[in-house]
């Protein structure tokens, strides 16, 4: 059975977990309205994972995604991430800052995370899906026991082939356009950097998992193409960020409307994997950055963060985590249940 028939949705749509941005009460709305709302937890804990993932629960009684990351665990190097901290001292003095002394890993990954599972295993939220990678075969079948509908993001067809192989229930295909961190599996490999409508294709043609297109989508008209290329349905983030709904903060949300959203950048500097973003202060430092490489994720994101603040407190907003897939322009400022009713309208318009 279908994701859409299975899950009873009234339009082909998953709205992005957006770890961070998406709050339950995002989650719900898109759900009431009739698609499938996701939760990012890959930025919390056990703790916060349940109580986000029960706020959901309050809010609505349709089916809803939890979003975990399952990266490999980053490898501390003392000196490298001594030698990025003082490549950004300058910019933390400019705004009256010290850097911070050390770095650390500030989250986990779900491979590494048993009590993140056994929350899991207790809520049995209805759909769970990966980024990064997958966790062990005995993961993947104790929640499956529980009766949760599986995704995984693959970013080509050796990712997807994998996530078949592992019995996953569907796959989302995330094109390079899409905002947010590229769920590659292995960051230092080479990444061809498929679009969606390639991407997609290949993985309909040549896998044999439904499929969920990702990637610079932003109206019905992009949601109907990925159909008609065999897509079972499309999967949209920003924009969704633009919604009451969300916890982008104003400079964010203002971000969205300027020029960078124009220019929407593909940079490991903020956190130590390749991440699409607006163009900002931040992404900027890719002219200067020259041979550096940043910590592994997601060390350096401990650095992009305090950074981040110290811009912030000196009023400055440029430095922030400003994800966004290259259809930013496109985004609409309204309510998560009125988007998804405007979503639904276009893409009846172009199945008659």
């Known amino acids: 059975m279908s994701l859409i028939n ?25 759900s009431e309205a009739g698609a499938l709302g996701s939760i990012g937890v890959g930025a919390t804990d056990a703790a916060g994972a349940r ?7 309050r809010r609505t009684t349709r089916a809803f995604n ?24 300058p910019l933390f003095v400019a705004y009256g800052a010290e850097p911070p002394r050390a770095l650390k890993t500030i989250y986990k990954s779900f491979a590494d995370d048993p009590d993140m599972l056994a929350v899991l295993l207790d809520l049995a939220p ?37 996530i078949e192989a592992a019995g996953i229930d569907a796959v989302v295909a995330q094109g390079i356009e899409a905002g947010g961190h590229r769920g590659v599996f292995d960051p ?14 290949l993985l309909v043609r040549k896998n044999n998992l439904p499929v969920i297109a990702a990637g610079g989508i932003m109206d019905g008209a992009g949601i109907a193409a990925m159909l008609d290329l065999g897509a079972s349905a499309a999967q949209l983030g920003t924009a969704f960020i633009a919604c009451p709904e969300s916890a982008a903060d104003d400079a964010y949300r203002t971000a969205l409307t300027g020029a960078g959203a124009y220019h929407t950048v593909l940079t490991s500097l903020i956190s130590g994997r390749p991440a699409r973003a607006l163009a900002n202060r931040f992404t900027a430092l890719s002219e200067m950055v020259g041979e550096r490489r940043p910590p592994d994720y997601p060390i350096a994101y401990d650095a ?49």
Not at 73 to 89: H, T, V, Y
Not at 153 to 161: G, K, P, V, Y
């Open 6 to 30: 299975l899950f009873e949705l009234s339009v082909p749509l998953i709205q992005a977990p957006m770890a961070g941005v998406a709050t339950p009460l995002l989650a719900a709305a898109v």
């Open 51 to 57: 109580a986000m993932i029960e706020e959901v629960r």
């Open 66 to 89: 939890v979003n975990l990351f399952v990266h490999a665990g980053a490898k501390a190097d003392l000196s490298r991430e001594a030698q990025w901290l003082d490549w950004l001292a």
């Open 126 to 162: 209805p759909v769970v899906s990966f980024h990064f990678g997958l966790p062990s075969a005995d993961v993947i079948s104790a929640l499956r026991t529980r009766g949760i509908y599986l995704m995984a993001t693959a970013t080509s067809l050796d990712e997807a082939h994998a």
């Open 188 to 201: 230092t490999a080479p990444d061809d950097g498929l679009g969606v409508f390639a991407l997609t294709r």
């Open 304 to 352: 992009g963060k305090a950074l981040h603040a110290a811009a912030k407190a000196g009023g400055e907003y440029g430095f922030g985590a400003q994800w966004a897939g290259q259809g930013a322009p496109l985004s609409r400022v309204m309510p998560a249940a009125a988007l998804v009713e405007a979503l639904r309208e276009e893409l009846a318009r172009r199945r008659v």
